[in-house]
């Protein structure tokens, strides 16, 4: 980097350029949009057949090839701005010794060095003549102290004013120097494979992108607003919207993690930063899983142990399985979740299901989800799910599933008002019905999130009146709703417990909703309520155990027509139908369980 060029540098022009860039991804996520929100649901909604099939399979790659373009686009201007802002950090630099150098009578040459005039000390008869200096970068406090004393012996007291403007420009310009080595390589990087498939290397390597962007860019994210440090929903809310476009564009390309986890944001924003990641991760672990040696396919072998022979795990399986099983049976998992999201992706327009938005995302450890049905910005009725024991990533389908049903049947009895239902796996739910589920602190963990996001949902809302909102809890995700309740507000309209073994209240008053608004759900054979009221019922001054299904409790008890534990979302049961009503704001249209008897023992 010379000094010509770092003077003519105008960091305007390549902020321009990244908003060319910028305007590029936008009008690729436009088309991805109307691809997928329009188009394919039409097809689907409409058309059956192997021509209907075959062009969805096309416009499915055409939407990932605008997904990607605009993800790409979105890194390129955020480097772009970066490069520009380091840049001019330098430039302002040069810019400042040349000045300084000029006011003080001293001339800049083309490469850098500084010619001073002549000049004398004072008391000095003799005027010393004057001369050029060049500068020198990085010398060190040794090197410093040499100058500094050169300067003083010297007999024009111009020398060690020039010689000061000299390192100054030489500084400058090895700044800027180093900031093209440094983002050079990464804007390289940003270059796309010449075809128009994209794999799941290409979102691994664009993961890898955004990394590098990130590392480069870090002076630039730095200068950018900070999300406020465990700010409430609204909090987040008034950052976000006191960002610039280029501010917001840059948060969503470099920390799509963050902007996608923050309560408050509207849905649409959670839902691209959310979709970038779950891309990425997706490419990344199924590299990971590919990387890995199959299984051995002789898994299988008999042995003889005693009288009878035994079958038991070959030598090579379980030499296989103890170096790469746990890893294989995760990543799989894993992969299995975010197939699960992407199939509700996909599934949108079927039988007029709306688009999907994808609220949070994460798979470390168990993995989170929360997948809404519909905009829940826009929604009239909102309803939000939380699932409970062995609930994981790789599981999501099924509670996904759980919420497509409820919205059919809500959508169906809103008299024309919109709906979204929500599946929140946001905690870390139990994993094991006997050495976890017993324990409270899943649930009390769990349950801030919880409380933050029913308040995100208020923050984000757009509709012209407040929306309606039911919290539906199964199993354990009911001792979670009731946590939330019990340290906070439970920002809801009603509360749905379906196979509850205890909310840790003692009374459906102490849940956080108006009078008459807790509704339970306990079906035949389902044996989770008494065999959790002695861990998560709630107990008041009579010292008993008291769990939903109670009537001391006092919910509402819903009819149901399902059996066991997990059926109470089955289609087409009066047990999903009453659900559907509640979320729709029909609770005059509920069927109740008549009250018990109390006097059919003295008949």
């Avoid at 997928?36 to 099939?53: K, P, S």
């Avoid at 022979?309 to 099983?325: A, F, Q």
């Avoid at 073994?501 to 054979?525: M, S």
Wanted: charged residues 25%; glycine residues 10%; aromatic residues 8%.
């Amino acid at each position: 980097m010379d000094l010509a060029t770092l003077k003519a540098f105008k960091p305007s022009e390549y902020e321009e350029s990244g908003d060319g860039y910028r305007a590029t991804g936008d009008m690729a996520s436009a088309a991805k949009d109307t691809i997928d929100n329009q188009i394919c649901a039409g097809v689907r909604n409409q058309l059956e057949g192997e021509a209907a099939t075959a062009a969805l399979r096309e416009l499915q790659e055409l939407s990932k090839n605008f997904h990607y373009v605009q993800t790409e686009c979105g890194l390129a201007s955020a480097a772009l701005n970066g490069f520009a802002f380091d840049m001019a950090v330098a430039k302002q630099k040069l810019d400042a010794a040349i000045e300084d150098a000029r006011a003080d009578h001293c001339t800049v040459n083309a490469d850098g060095s500084v010619t001073y005039p002549a000049g004398k000390k004072p008391g000095d008869e003799k005027i010393a003549d004057g001369g050029t200096v060049t500068g020198s970068t990085g010398g060190g406090p040794t090197s410093d102290a040499l100058e500094r004393q050169a300067a003083n012996i010297h007999p024009n007291p111009n020398y060690g004013r020039a010689m000061g403007y000299a390192n100054r420009i030489a500084d400058a310009l090895k700044e800027a120097t180093d900031v093209d080595e440094k983002w050079a390589p990464k804007l390289r990087a940003l270059k796309a494979d010449d075809d128009l498939t994209v794999s799941k290397r290409d979102w691994a390597d664009a993961q890898s992108d955004m990394g590098g962007v990130r590392e480069a860019g870090k002076s630039y994210l730095d200068s950018l607003p900070e999300p406020p440090k465990d700010g409430s929903p609204k909090d987040n809310a008034s950052w976000w919207k006191g960002l610039s476009p280029e501010e917001q564009a840059a948060w969503l390309s470099l920390r799509p993690d963050t902007v996608g986890a923050l309560d408050g944001l509207s849905s649409t924003v959670r839902d691209e930063a959310n979709r970038v990641v779950l891309a990425e991760k997706q490419g990344e672990l199924q590299l990971k899983l590919d990387s890995i040696p199959k299984p051995p396919a002789n898994e299988w072998t008999w042995i003889n142990a005693g009288m009878y022979p035994s079958k038991v795990h070959t030598d090579e399986w379980m030499e296989w399985h103890n170096k790469y099983g746990d890893r294989y049976e995760q990543l799989n998992k894993s992969l299995k979740g975010m197939q699960s999201i992407q199939d509700r992706f996909d599934a949108t327009g079927v039988k007029g299901l709306p688009e999907a938005y994808l609220l949070g995302f994460s798979p470390e450890g168990n993995g989170r989800a929360i997948v809404a049905n519909g905009n829940p910005d826009t929604a009239d009725h909102q309803a939000v799910y939380v699932p409970g024991t062995t609930s994981n990533l790789g599981g999501i389908g099924g509670d996904i599933d759980r919420m497509v049903n409820v919205w059919n049947v809500a959508n169906d009895a809103a008299d024309g008002k919109s709906v979204s239902t929500i599946t929140w796996l946001g905690y870390d739910a139990p994993q094991n019905i006997v050495k976890d589920s017993p324990f409270s602190h899943y649930a009390n963990d769990g349950a801030p999130a919880f409380n933050r996001f029913m308040d995100g949902l208020d923050a984000s809302h757009t509709g012209d009146s407040e929306p309606h909102r039911t919290a539906i809890g199964h199993s354990y995700g009911t001792t979670l709703i009731g946590s939330a309740a019990r340290q906070g507000d439970l920002n809801a309209d009603d509360v749905i417990l379906a196979g509850s073994p205890g909310v840790q209240v003692a009374k459906a008053e102490q849940l956080d909703v108006p009078t008459g608004h807790v509704w339970n759900q306990e079906a035949d054979g389902d044996i989770v309520p008494d065999i959790g009221r002695y861990g998560h019922g709630g107990t008041d001054w009579d010292g008993l155990w008291t769990i939903p299904s109670d009537e001391r409790f006092g919910a509402n008890q819903m009819t149901t027509d399902t059996e066991g534990h997990s059926d109470y979302w089955k289609e087409n049961t009066e047990s999903l139908w009453n659900q559907g009503q509640v979320v729709a704001g029909h609770s005059d249209q509920v069927k109740l369980k008549p009250p018990p008897d109390h006097w059919a023992h003295v008949k």
